[in-house]
T-cell receptor
């Protein structure tokens, strides 16, 4: 199976602009999560989508939003970019969660990330 | 906020030696996962241990989990230069296994 893919891999924007990042999960996976990684804050959870619905949300301002399409592909959008938004944005996909003791479907598989630089 | 805290923050060893990294967390968990990251790239899943398990093995990796102490350890045996990377523990808790909380990681350097 192909892994999680993210596009673009690198992006340079200026303050005030907006950006859209894309993630294609592993075939058959329905859950897509997004994380932000910075040197100062480390890896932080942004949100998770399952069957086109946002199921979990982290503590990020409303400038960060996302969506999921019927084919499970997901996009995240950051509006009014700030310098502090410079980060590696990672997407992870996971299969349908099983019950406790069930199949190992809650493992999250990460893509290579999109490196966003805000100037 | 970071739930997991890895210890040590950095570890430098010689090829062939064993490397042990520790992770502590604060709240009850459903499972704990270890990931590897090479120099700013994506995370590679190494192993998942559920809250009702105490030890798991995968190749040269051994993970232990002590829920009473809220801690886990990752042992890499017979290390290789290719093991040089940052290692993170991540916990899934509450009603969701899909919202992972990561520690700040241990930077492992294996010298040839």
């Amino acid at each position: 199976k192909a892994g999680v893919t993210q596009t673009p891999r690198y992006l340079i924007k200026t303050r005030g602009q907006q950006v859209t990042l894309s993630c294609s999960p592993i075939s058959g996976h329905r859950s897509v999560s997004w994380y932000q990684q910075t040197p100062g804050q480390g890896l932080q959870f942004l949100f998770e989508y399952f069957s086109e619905t946002q199921r979990n949300k982290g503590n990020f301002p409303g400038r960060f939003s996302g969506r999921q399409f019927s084919n499970s592909r997901s996009e995240m959008n950051v509006s009014t970019l700030e310098l502090g938004d410079s980060a590696l944005y990672l997407c992870a996909s996971s299969g349908q969660g099983g019950t406790s003791g069930g199949a190992r479907t809650d493992t999250q598989y990460f893509g290579p990330g999109t490196r966003l630089t805000v100037l | 906020s970071q739930q997991g805290e890895e210890d040590p923050q950095a570890l430098s060893i010689q090829e062939g030696e064993n490397a042990t990294m520790n992770c502590s967390y604060k709240t009850s968990i459903n499972n704990l996962q270890w990931y590897r990251q090479n120099s700013g790239r994506g995370l590679v899943h190494l192993i998942l241990i559920r809250s009702n398990e105490r030890e798991k093995h995968s190749g040269r990796l051994r993970v232990t989990l002590d829920t009473s102490k809220k801690s886990s350890s990752l042992l890499i045996t017979a290390s290789r230069a290719a093991d040089t990377a940052s290692y993170f523990c991540a916990t899934g808790s509450g009603g969701s296994n899909y919202k992972l909380t990561f520690g700040k990681g241990t930077l492992l350097t294996v010298n040839p």
